[in-house]
């Protein structure tokens, strides 16, 4: 767990980082809810069975809604040097809508943009 810890705090950088940016724009960030939540709720009374394969779910995900009260669901993910590029392209595949891209370095965006794609929303933090 002790390992897992800088990770979800540059999550929760990343989380407020966008918090500010999309208030600025004339949005309400409604929730912010982390991986451990998200999976407690997908999962929620469900029997596993062996060889079943589990879903991949983002760090974090943000629910804003528009000047207009749309909302929107966006996915949070950190990415370090570490992730190689196939999993930045399952991680990519595997999320809906919107997903902001939260890297440790210039480098690591290089790597987030040539493996989820050119128009990839990347934020360094």
């Known amino acids: 767990r002790a390992a897992f810890l800088p990770h979800y705090l540059r999550t929760m950088d990343a989380c407020l ?4 940016r999309f208030e600025a724009r004339g949005f309400d960030v409604k929730s912010i809810t982390g991986e451990n939540q998200l999976i407690r709720e997908n999962f929620a009374g469900k029997v596993f069975k062996k060889g079943r394969v589990v879903p991949k779910f983002p760090d974090a995900q943000l629910v804003v809604a528009g000047p207009d ?15 190689t590029p196939q999993m930045i392209r399952e991680k990519a595949a595997a999320f809906t809508g919107p997903t902001v891209w939260a890297v440790d370095s210039h480098a690591t965006a290089a790597k987030v943009t040539a493996n989820a794609g050119s128009n990839a929303d990347v934020i360094l933090v």
């Open 17 to 20: 980082a966008l918090e500010k």
């Open 69 to 83: 009260g749309v909302r929107e669901t966006i996915n949070v993910e950190y990415v370090t040097k570490s992730y």
